[in-house]
């Protein structure tokens, strides 16, 4: 700002807009805030355009149409500019040209960048389209004016375009300073677009230009090495970190030039023996440096890549000793747990111990992969303090319920190359978790053991109707979702009994919420215990006031199957009406219907709507031959076993799974024993153990064939 006022007091002829733009090399400075400086370059451009313009102005010829230097002042700079940007000009047009810039100098008053763009942009269109005077000051004026305005409003590809035809321009006077700026300007938007290399190219030139500009481009080589380092190319990251030292032999960032040096071969610029060479110069040197901890263990992996693990591992555990609070301790605190088989030394333990039991929500996440071997290594070396921690941290910090679901799926996914031992020992522990998180709802039946870990704020997205302010962690819940997906029933169904039905009066009970209800009546079915879930299905429609089909449906087929008929009709009823307009909705409901008809011995009424099922296109293929086979069974139950076998028989074509048919052999084989036929009904029975011999049904098969065998019937 200092130089900026330097410039106003000195005479107009001394501060054109060449010297002026000495404010563009600031802009690109790395220690001076880039939008405030683009400002004031906005301002010394638009001011020296504004003198030029008016200068011009008094030289037009007498008649011209010049617009005064101010606009109105009920007009806006903005209102203004789009009103000279509508008006037809033929090319050339320099008095319009004029007005162009001067309304340009008011929309940067206004801070109105964009607009002073496109006037700059119509304005420079019109100096080169007039061959008839030299308009070469313009130019440059005007497109030094494109690039400032580009630069701030970070349009890069324009910033480049326009500062390299800047460069191609003559020379003139003493517009030196100017072209430092735009040099330095065209090389940090190279580097921000990615062209790390061209980038390098310019700033090596810059370098040459001055003594500071030299000073300069060595800072701005550090720019370029970074970029260049995470942009994947260590090769021009190591040829910007070399600039700087050219530049600056006693600088005062030698030691990040020579860092990023090092960094550059570790990413590939190298061989491994010369990376390791390089960092340990690099700590020898510099030992207070901030970044030393971050270049030990970058070593250590150098090390692990050169087959020294032993030493790698020695060198991140002095890490953690000498660096204790340092982000690359945390960072080696992880790599270690990673790649080192439990039991971990005392150091590494112990600092795991303090860090799980100081988790808190806002603490930063643990990754699943990390949990996934705490628990493993926990489990496997029997360190129940360290299992107990790593639950309890899972539980308090995931509030959504994605980090434990993924902890599970990534413990009971195959281990490397499909070791069956590595996969079982794993699996073991994703069981052990999830009993773990299971038992935590037994703990909420007594308001014990959840407090701490509890959602304060329904986090899951669970319905909240009448729930208290403190529900289940969400971690509960991605275990009982996990025993579902995983087919293990059983855990949770062990569970249900220690729990009772949700009550709209009960906290406890509400606690859970209407997913893990769900799914512990759904356990219930899962397990041939659907008697024992009838009351968790009604407890839930009345609790949680769900009206979704499925749940619907649960709740009316355990409630035709072991309900009253009473409740079994209200419940049916408020399914259909939930299926109505759904065909295949209609079609479970039609089912249920059917079987409610068969407890009320309606068995013709039955067999009609089973038979529409078995007809019916929308009907799905595993509805198809349990319909089938019903109807087969209210012939059975009229004692009709002729029509009965025709009907079983009819099973077997289509059902694909075995489940439907084998059990219509098996009730086949019953009919023709009531009609005093063993050997057919022996033919039923062996069909089934030949065809289905895992299936449940084949043991009662195999009962009745031993029973028949021994008649004298067939011993004629």
């Given at each position: 700002?200092?130089?900026?006022?330097?410039?106003?007091?000195?005479?107009?002829?001394?501060?054109?807009?060449?010297?002026?733009?000495?404010?563009?090399?600031?802009?690109?400075?790395?220690?001076?805030?880039?939008?405030?400086?683009?400002?004031?370059?906005?301002?010394?451009?638009?001011?020296?355009?504004?003198?030029?313009?008016?200068?011009?102005?008094?030289?037009?010829?007498?008649?011209?149409?010049?617009?005064?230097?101010?606009?109105?002042?009920?007009?806006?700079?903005?209102?203004?500019?789009?009103?000279?940007?509508?008006?037809?000009?033929?090319?050339?047009?320099?008095?319009?040209?004029?007005?162009?810039?001067?309304?340009?100098?008011?929309?940067?008053?206004?801070?109105?960048?964009?607009?002073?763009?496109?006037?700059?942009?119509?304005?420079?269109?019109?100096?080169?389209?007039?061959?008839?005077?030299?308009?070469?000051?313009?130019?440059?004026?005007?497109?030094?004016?494109?690039?400032?305005?580009?630069?701030?409003?970070?349009?890069?590809?324009?910033?480049?375009?326009?500062?390299?035809?800047?460069?191609?321009?003559?020379?003139?006077?003493?517009?030196?300073?100017?072209?430092?700026?735009?040099?330095?300007?065209?090389?940090?938007?190279?580097?921000?677009?990615?062209?790390?290399?061209?980038?390098?190219?310019?700033?090596?030139?810059?370098?040459?230009?001055?003594?500071?500009?030299?000073?300069?481009?060595?800072?701005?080589?550090?720019?370029?090495?970074?970029?260049?380092?995470?942009?994947?190319?260590?090769?021009?990251?190591?040829?910007?970190?070399?600039?700087?030292?050219?530049?600056?032999?006693?600088?005062?960032?030698?030691?990040?030039?020579?860092?990023?040096?090092?960094?550059?071969?570790?990413?590939?610029?190298?061989?491994?023996?010369?990376?390791?060479?390089?960092?340990?110069?690099?700590?020898?040197?510099?030992?207070?440096?901030?970044?030393?901890?971050?270049?030990?263990?970058?070593?250590?992996?150098?090390?692990?890549?050169?087959?020294?693990?032993?030493?790698?591992?020695?060198?991140?555990?002095?890490?953690?000793?000498?660096?204790?609070?340092?982000?690359?301790?945390?960072?080696?605190?992880?790599?270690?747990?990673?790649?080192?088989?439990?039991?971990?030394?005392?150091?590494?333990?112990?600092?795991?111990?303090?860090?799980?039991?100081?988790?808190?929500?806002?603490?930063?996440?643990?990754?699943?992969?990390?949990?996934?071997?705490?628990?493993?290594?926990?489990?496997?070396?029997?360190?129940?303090?360290?299992?107990?921690?790593?639950?309890?941290?899972?539980?308090?910090?995931?509030?959504?319920?994605?980090?434990?679901?993924?902890?599970?799926?990534?413990?009971?996914?195959?281990?490397?190359?499909?070791?069956?031992?590595?996969?079982?020992?794993?699996?073991?522990?994703?069981?052990?978790?999830?009993?773990?998180?299971?038992?935590?709802?037994?703990?909420?039946?007594t308001a014990t053991g959840v407090s701490e870990e509890a959602d304060a704020a329904d986090a899951t997205g669970r319905l909240a109707q009448s729930v208290p302010a403190q529900s289940l962690p969400a971690a509960c819940e991605s275990a009982c979702r996990w025993v579902g997906s995983s087919g293990r029933w059983t855990m949770l169904a062990m569970v249900a009994t220690d729990l009772a039905v949700p009550d709209r009066s009960d906290d406890l009970t509400m606690r859970r919420g209407v997913a893990i209800d769900r799914m512990v009546a759904e356990s219930l079915m899962q397990t041939q215990r659907a008697s024992e879930a009838l009351?968790?299905?009604?407890?839930?429609?009345?609790?949680?006031?769900?009206?979704?089909?499925?749940?619907?449906?649960?709740?009316?087929?355990?409630?035709?199957?072991?309900?009253?008929?009473?409740?079994?009709?209200?419940?049916?009823?408020?399914?259909?009406?939930?299926?109505?307009?759904?065909?295949?909705?209609?079609?479970?409901?039609?089912?249920?219907?059917?079987?409610?008809?068969?407890?009320?011995?309606?068995?013709?009424?039955?067999?009609?709507?089973?038979?529409?099922?078995?007809?019916?296109?929308?009907?799905?293929?595993?509805?198809?031959?349990?319909?089938?086979?019903?109807?087969?069974?209210?012939?059975?139950l009229q004692q009709k076993y002729a029509e009965a076998i025709d009907a079983y028989r009819r099973v077997d074509t289509l059902d694909a799974t075995g489940q439907w048919a084998a059990l219509a052999l098996l009730q086949a084989g019953k009919s023709f024993e009531k009609l005093a036929r063993p050997r057919e009904a022996a033919t039923c029975y062996t069909a089934l153990l030949t065809r289905f011999a895992d299936l449940p049904h084949a043991n009662h098969a195999r009962t009745r064939l031993a029973q028949i065998s021994g008649e004298p019937v067939l011993r004629r």
């Amino acid at each position: 700002m200092k130089q900026t006022a330097r410039i106003y007091r000195q005479p107009l002829s001394s501060r054109r807009v060449a010297l002026c733009l000495t404010a563009l090399c600031l802009t690109v400075n790395p220690f001076v805030t880039s939008v405030v400086t683009c400002g004031v370059a906005i301002i010394v451009w638009s001011s020296a355009l504004g003198h030029r313009v008016s200068a011009m102005q008094a030289a037009s010829p007498q008649g011209s149409t010049v617009a005064p230097e101010t606009a109105p002042i009920n007009e806006t700079a903005a209102t203004h500019a789009a009103g000279l940007l509508a008006q037809p000009r033929p090319a050339g047009d320099i008095p319009h040209a004029n007005l162009l810039v001067q309304t340009a100098r008011m929309a940067g008053r206004d801070g109105d960048i964009e607009t002073a763009l496109r006037l700059l942009n119509a304005a420079l269109d019109h100096y080169l389209a007039d061959s008839s005077a030299d308009h070469h000051q313009s130019i440059f004026t005007v497109r030094t004016g494109i690039v400032s305005a580009a630069w701030q409003l970070k349009d890069y590809p324009l910033v480049v375009a326009q500062s390299e035809l800047l460069l191609k321009m003559p020379a003139l006077g003493d517009d030196s300073n100017a072209r430092i700026g735009v040099m330095q300007m065209l090389a940090k938007s190279l580097s921000l677009l990615g062209r790390h290399s061209e980038s390098l190219t310019m700033t090596r030139q810059l370098a040459g230009a001055s003594d500071v500009a030299r000073s300069l481009a060595a800072e701005h080589s550090l720019v370029i090495g970074a970029a260049a380092l995470r942009g994947g190319q260590p090769q021009v990251a190591a040829e910007a970190y070399q600039l700087y030292l050219k530049e600056m032999p006693g600088g005062s960032r030698i030691a990040d030039a020579e860092l990023g040096i090092a960094w550059a071969a570790v990413s590939g610029g190298q061989s491994p023996q010369q990376a390791d060479r390089l960092l340990s110069g690099f700590i020898s040197s510099h030992p207070k440096h901030r970044d030393v901890p971050h270049a030990i263990v970058a070593r250590a992996g150098v090390l692990d890549r050169l087959g020294q693990s032993d030493t790698a591992t020695q060198l991140r555990l002095a890490v953690l000793d000498d660096y204790p609070d340092s982000v690359a301790a945390t960072q080696t605190l992880d790599d270690l747990v990673l790649a080192m088989a439990a039991p971990w030394p005392a150091s590494v333990r112990s600092r795991w111990q303090g860090r799980l039991d100081a988790v808190t929500r806002k603490s930063p996440q643990i990754s699943a992969a990390i949990y996934e071997s705490l628990l493993a290594g926990s489990l496997a070396s029997s360190d129940d303090p360290l299992w107990r921690s790593a639950v309890a941290a899972l539980v308090k910090s995931d509030l959504d319920g994605k980090l434990t679901s993924e902890v599970l799926d990534r413990l009971a996914a195959p281990a490397s190359g499909d070791r069956a031992e590595a996969t079982g020992n794993r699996l073991h522990v994703a069981e052990h978790l999830a009993i773990d998180l299971l038992g935590r709802l037994i703990d909420s039946a007594t308001a014990t053991g959840v407090s701490e870990e509890a959602d304060a704020a329904d986090a899951t997205g669970r319905l909240a109707q009448s729930v208290p302010a403190q529900s289940l962690p969400a971690a509960c819940e991605s275990a009982c979702r996990w025993v579902g997906s995983s087919g293990r029933w059983t855990m949770l169904a062990m569970v249900a009994t220690d729990l009772a039905v949700p009550d709209r009066s009960d906290d406890l009970t509400m606690r859970r919420g209407v997913a893990i209800d769900r799914m512990v009546a759904e356990s219930l079915m899962q397990t041939q215990r659907a008697s024992e879930a009838l009351p968790w299905w009604l407890a839930i429609l009345d609790a949680w006031q769900c009206d979704d089909f499925p749940t619907l449906i649960r709740a009316a087929e355990t409630a035709v199957a072991f309900g009253s008929i009473d409740v079994a009709s209200g419940r049916l009823e408020a399914a259909k009406a939930a299926a109505a307009g759904d065909e295949f909705k209609v079609s479970l409901t039609r089912m249920l219907e059917a079987e409610l008809a068969i407890r009320r011995a309606r068995l013709d009424e039955a067999r009609d709507l089973l038979a529409v099922i078995v007809r019916a296109t929308e009907t799905t293929a595993e509805l198809r031959p349990r319909a089938q086979w019903l109807i087969g069974e209210t012939y059975f139950l009229q004692q009709k076993y002729a029509e009965a076998i025709d009907a079983y028989r009819r099973v077997d074509t289509l059902d694909a799974t075995g489940q439907w048919a084998a059990l219509a052999l098996l009730q086949a084989g019953k009919s023709f024993e009531k009609l005093a036929r063993p050997r057919e009904a022996a033919t039923c029975y062996t069909a089934l153990l030949t065809r289905f011999a895992d299936l449940p049904h084949a043991n009662h098969a195999r009962t009745r064939l031993a029973q028949i065998s021994g008649e004298p019937v067939l011993r004629r």
